[in-house]
Structure formats: structure tokens, C-alpha cells
T-cell receptor, first 114, second 113 residues
Framework: DAGVIQSPRHEVTEMGQEVTLRCKPISGHDYLFWYRQTMMRGLELLIYFNNNVPIDDSGMPEDRFSAKMPNASFSTLKIQPSEPRDSAVYFCASSLGRLTFGYTFGSGTRLTVV | DAKTTQPNSMESNEEEPVHLPCNHS???????IHWYRQLPSQGPEYVIH???SNVNNRMASLAIAEDRKSSTLILHRATLRDAAVYYCILRDGPNFGNEKLTFGTGTRLTIIP
């Protein structure tokens, strides 16, 4: 199993541009999570899906952020327009959604908005 | 949600056991105790979890106090690769509809060669 796959690993973009982060969860996992990590705020949950349906998006910072999961093997997190304060490492994770199982995280996408 | 308290940082010598404490005085009877760690430049990684009894796996052991108000993650023989931030997290058992995993600030473990 290749684990949770995120792309790109690094993204540098100019303020105002659209950014799309991608995630492929582990096959068979029915939950998918998007987290953001910064030095100031630590790891924050942005949104999570169950069976491709968004369940809780209360962590999405503002309308500039949107996430989709068109099928069980793919999810995107989009920022439009991007701002310098969006610079962070964005992690995707997936799980079987049962208490006795852990989450598996991807390696993250480091986003820098200049 | 019940909260956890961990020391900001700890140091340990290589090849010695490490005991990472976590206080969770407001834990409810149905909260599971989970531990994750985050190695440098990587995503968090599941380590171990437990409810009431002590637990062992290939990575670590989890010792849970009898009153469940505290727990200790034990690395039996620390290596340089164990240098990471360790997070202690409570997850509500019956609340299966809520899959949120909320990370605190964790303990930064430094291994001294």
C-alpha cells in the first residue's frame, strides 16, 4: 500500500492566484481529512468527508477555501484567491472511521504564497 | 472535549527508555487515549491507543493510570529516529458520528546521542 498520496509536495504561488492541493486516500478508507499546520496555530482540522460527503467544514477558515471529494480515491482542497497568510503545510489523512483504528497521514504539501 | 496536558519538551539519551507523560484529569469514561507522533518534515503517525488497560505494540507501550486521569507513553529503547513531537489525544468512544482528531501542542522529544 502506497499510503496517502498528496501532490504537489511543494507549491509556491503569487498572492491572488488559485491553488489546488490533491490527495489520494488509502483504498478502502471511508473517511478523509484535510489539516493545516502552522507554527502559530499548530495542526488544525479544516474539513472531513465520510463516503465522499463533507461532514464537518467548520474549520475551513473562509470562503476562499473549498474542498471536494468527487470519488472515493480523490480529493482536492482549493484556495482562491490565495493570500500570504495561507502559507502552511497542508496534510491529508484517511481512516476507516472506527475508534480502534488510527489515521494515516500523507507527507503534506508545503504551500508558500508570496 | 476533554483536554490533555503535556510537557512542551523532553530530552532523553539514546538507547534508554523514555516516559512521555500526559494528564487528562477531565477524561470521561468513554474517552479513548490515542498517541500520535510527528517526525520532522512528515505528517503525524499513529503510535498507540488504549481505554483502561495498558497496551503494547511494536512501537511503544501505553501505561494508563487506574483512575485514567493520566497516561504515559513508553519508548523502551529510544533511537535517534524517535526524535519527534508526540501528541496525546482523547477520542470519545460512543460518539462515532464525530471523527474529529484534535491535536494539541504535544511534547517535542529530543534524543541525545
Amino acid at each position: 500500500d502506497a499510503g496517502v498520496i498528496q501532490s504537489p509536495r511543494h507549491e509556491v504561488t503569487e498572492m491572488g492566484q488559485e491553488v489546488t492541493l490533491r490527495c489520494k486516500p488509502i483504498s478502502g478508507h471511508d473517511y478523509l481529512f484535510w489539516y493545516r499546520q502552522t507554527m502559530m496555530r499548530g495542526l488544525e482540522l479544516l474539513i472531513y468527508f465520510n463516503n465522499n460527503v463533507p461532514i464537518d467544514d467548520s474549520g475551513m477558515p473562509e470562503d476562499r477555501f473549498s474542498a471536494k471529494m468527487p470519488n472515493a480515491s480523490f480529493s482536492t482542497l482549493k484556495i482562491q484567491p490565495s493570500e500570504p497568510r495561507d502559507s502552511a503545510v497542508y496534510f491529508c489523512a484517511s481512516s476507516l472511521g472506527r475508534l480502534t483504528f488510527g489515521y494515516t497521514f500523507g507527507s503534506g504539501t508545503r504551500l508558500t504564497v508570496v | 472535549d476533554a483536554k490533555t496536558t503535556q510537557p512542551n519538551s523532553m530530552e532523553s539519551n539514546e538507547e534508554e527508555p523514555v516516559h512521555l507523560p500526559c494528564n487528562h484529569s477531565t477524561i470521561s469514561g468513554t474517552d479513548y487515549i490515542h498517541w500520535y507522533r510527528q517526525l520532522p518534515s512528515q505528517g503525524p503517525e499513529y503510535v498507540i491507543h488504549g481505554l483502561t488497560s495498558n497496551v503494547n505494540n511494536r512501537m511503544a507501550s501505553l501505561a494508563i493510570a487506574e483512575d485514567r486521569k493520566s497516561s504515559t507513553l513508553i519508548l523502551h529503547r529510544a533511537t535517534l529516529r524517535d526524535a519527534a513531537v508526540y501528541y496525546c489525544i482523547l477520542r470519545d468512544g460512543p460518539n462515532f458520528g464525530n471523527e474529529k482528531l484534535t491535536f494539541g501542542t504535544g511534547t517535542r522529544l529530543t534524543i541525545i546521542p
